[in-house]
């Protein structure tokens, strides 16, 4: 008891700096075969087709109105039709209560999603202060976003449309004057129980007691502070791996204070992959752009990382070294052969076991006041040949740029159509080169951050459409989803 009193205290301090300011074995034992190429295996944002008769979306990090970081929940119908949606809501499982009895409050909110358009949604809550969970319920061809802000400033990420055995974050941190946040969330009507790693760049690989055999009753949410086992550590992965029943997990990042920070929520990859791409990125001059690779196999990888430049320049691949169990970073502005303040794509593969990947931006100091001024998120995992993509919501205001890398051997012909797949009057077909980014921006035309839009593609791509206000490109990205 005097343990969980604790960890809500951390947590709540955690909330109010966000408003003011066996071990080898568990690693190694559920992480499955590499995947391949340009194949999204074990994706939890793909999206059910429309004839579908109802799907679930789970979304968890954000927190009530009251809160550090409240959270809206983004409904975007890619249909051509109006679909029915059902949001319930659960907050944080505090000590001495009920495990259902968040879930029984929470009133259920029922919404109408536009023909190719997009609702935003404010979940009700019990504890308005609290972290919550949210359940969408709706028809098919419908995706589920989840936008945070703050005063750090705000990201938007993907809910996710089914639970896992396993969840993996390549990097966090616990530096920065900020706070680093698990959220474990049980949707279904079985109890479940995970163990929870961490590959740490100060001491290692960590199981602290307190993370082992954490139980996730049914319909509930469990968070953990992770700064409680790893204090000012700059790079913290985490590892969720199930004993019992499955959950859904994110993490919810905070960096700096107003002005010179930011905040991150991401959703954590169900499995590792041998390729990652990030379409579009900027090396800004004074700012940072850093990779980090989380191996957590047994085995050590060797990642070729190819570098796409603007218009067919030529940059040969860069080779990393990924140590079994470890984490790597790539720090863009120490590679020479990638041009500073120019647009350019990475992707990562991996020749040995599957990795996971993620981007941390940060903006050079004295950049407009556009918050946030830092961001990270996760890499696009494979490639796909048809892509759903929402529209920024408040607070982002719209499109910094879209970017598109064709991950094939050959030309890939694309097309962009309005949110219910129409193309779009005076559409052309665009022509993409492999390895070089389509990028399309600063500040492109609609349908780009004004409307939600679908990507079709003859060969497999992975997209990136990068929002505003950011103080630097990349720092919030609105996230895209694939269909069954």
């Known amino acids: 008891m005097r343990a969980s009193v604790r960890r809500i205290l951390v947590l709540a301090l955690l909330l109010a700096a966000l408003v003011g300011g066996g071990v080898a074995d568990r690693l190694v034992s559920r992480t499955g075969p590499p995947a391949s190429p340009s194949a999204l295996t074990g994706t939890v944002t793909a999206v059910a087709p429309v004839r579908a008769e109802s799907s679930g979306w789970y979304c968890t990090g954000g927190t009530g109105a009251q809160g550090g970081a409240p959270a809206t929940v983004v409904l975007t119908n890619f249909g051509a039709r109006p679909q029915r949606a059902t949001l319930s809501t659960v907050t944080a499982l505090s000590s001495g209560s009920a495990p259902s009895a968040a879930a029984e409050a929470a009133p259920a909110q029922r919404v109408v999603i536009p023909a190719g358009g997009q609702v ?96 996730v009753p049914a319909h509930t949410l469990v968070t953990e502070n992770v700064g409680d086992h790893v204090a000012q550590d700059p790079s913290v992965a985490t590892v969720v791996s199930s004993l019992s029943g499955t959950v859904v997990a994110s993490e919810l990042q905070s960096f700096g204070s107003p002005g010179n920070g930011g905040i991150a929520l991401t959703l954590g990859a169900p499995s590792p992959q041998a390729e990652w791409s990030f379409p579009q990125n900027t090396d800004v001059t004074g700012g940072s752009v850093v990779f980090h690779v989380l191996n957590p196999s047994s085995r050590a990888a060797t990642v070729s990382v190819a570098i ?117 009057s005076g559409q052309s077909t665009a022509l993409v080169e492999p390895g070089t980014p389509l990028l399309v921006g600063p500040n492109p035309p609609p349908p780009f951050g004004r409307a939600p839009f679908q990507v079709i593609s003859d060969e497999p791509v992975a997209v990136e459409l990068d929002a505003v206000p950011v103080a630097s490109p990349g720092v919030v990205v609105v996230p895209s989803f694939t269909s069954r």
């Not at 990201?155 to 993996?168: E, G, H, K, R, V």
């Not at 040949?385 to 051997?409: E, I, K, N, Q």
Request: hydrophobic fraction near 40%; proline fraction near 10%.
């Open 120 to 215: 935003s949604v404010t979940p009700s809550q019990v504890g308005q202060g609290a972290l919550a969970a949210a359940v969408v319920v709706d028809g098919g061809g419908v995706t589920v976003s989840e936008t945070v802000s703050s005063p750090l400033g705000w990201s938007m990420a993907p809910c996710a449309s089914s639970t896992a055995a396993q969840w993996y974050f390549a990097h966090g941190t616990t530096t920065q004057g900020g706070g680093l946040v698990l959220c474990l969330f049980n949707p279904g009507s079985t109890d479940a129980t995970v163990d929870v790693s961490l590959v740490t760049s100060t001491a290692g690989v960590l199981a602290p007691p307190a993370y082992q055999g954490v139980d």
């Open 308 to 424: 796409g430049l603007p218009k067919g320049a030529a940059a040969a691949p860069l080779s990393l070294s990924v140590p079994a169990q470890s984490t790597t970073t790539l720090q863009a502005q120490d590679v020479t052969r990638i041009p500073a303040n120019t647009p350019y794509a990475l992707t990562f593969v991996s020749k040995g076991p599957p990795i996971v990947v993620a981007r941390q931006v940060t903006s050079p100091s004295g950049a407009p006041a556009s918050q946030p001024a830092q961001g990270e998120v996760p890499g696009v995992a494979g490639g796909d040949t048809r892509w759903l993509v929402p529209a920024p919501t408040s607070p982002g205001s719209g499109a910094w740029a879209f970017a598109l890398v064709d991950l094939a051997p050959k030309p890939a012909h694309v097309r962009v159509l309005d949110g219910a797949g129409r193309a779009r």
